[in-house]
């Protein structure tokens, strides 16, 4: 696609464009997008990864604009409950009126459940051991950049090809599929974390996960391909 665009228009690609310190480390005061469209949590978030073991907990964010049906909620929530991992799970004031009553005291034990937290410090974060995201397009590109395996449940648009992607192509997660209702159930659920946690074919994920950020590192560094097309895009402009 970019070769054929590059013929009818002066093309530079770029990317993966999340901030320095997550990748090559270059711009030490570039941690973050710059801004945030919800409360940060991001001390509490922190302070409660660090004490858990390497690669335990399952990381759970549909993004800011998505919202799921109660059905798919409660599989959710009763999926999480079922496999018995520690868990994030970012969800916003207005849709945790979905939950299953006994489970936010279940979670307690188990779970933190936020409105926001800094996915990025989350997703690098050592005890981190997979995502699952709706897989838009950010959330993908970061956890394709930070070297996160990915249970996919795409909602709409893109989604669904990134998940394509994301399960055939770089071949760092797994699918949760849906029932004829549209609904990933609690079991698909469970299933997809322990595979990914607890299994050779989870540990394969995991390794591809890695080769992928290293190579997100490669090409953003000094002498990369994104860093080189952005010193020749800023050559043309000063030459004009």
Request: glycine letters at 8%.
């Amino acid at each position: 696609v970019v070769d054929w665009l590059a013929k009818k228009w002066r093309l530079k690609t770029i990317g993966p464009c999340v901030p320095s310190m997550f990748l090559d480390k270059r711009l030490k005061d570039d941690n973050d997008y710059g801004i945030s469209t919800f409360g940060p949590n991001s001390e509490a978030c922190i302070k409660w990864l660090d004490n858990k073991p390497k690669d335990s907990v399952v990381y759970v964010s549909f993004g800011s604009l998505a919202g799921l049906s109660e059905d798919q909620t409660k599989e959710i929530a009763y999926g999480l409950r079922d496999c018995e991992m520690y868990f994030i799970w970012v969800v916003r004031d207005s849709e945790k009126g979905k939950f299953p009553k006994e489970f936010l005291d279940l979670s307690l034990e188990k779970g933190l459940i936020v409105n926001w937290c800094p996915q990025l410090q989350v997703l690098t974060h050592e005890a981190v051991g997979c995502f699952v995201t709706h897989c838009g397009w950010n959330s993908t590109l970061e956890a394709l950049s930070v070297g996160v395996p990915v249970i996919a449940m795409p909602l709409w648009t893109d989604q669904i090809t990134n998940a394509k992607f994301i399960v055939d192509v770089w071949k760092i997660g797994v699918k949760g599929i849906a029932d004829e209702k549209g609904v990933v159930r609690r079991e698909t659920l469970k299933d997809c974390i322990m595979e990914i946690m607890e299994t050779e074919k989870g540990n394969e994920m995991k390794k591809n996960a890695v080769n992928w950020k290293s190579l997100a590192k490669i090409v953003v560094d000094e002498g990369g391909s994104s860093d080189k097309n952005i010193v020749e895009f800023l050559n043309e402009l000063t030459l004009r």
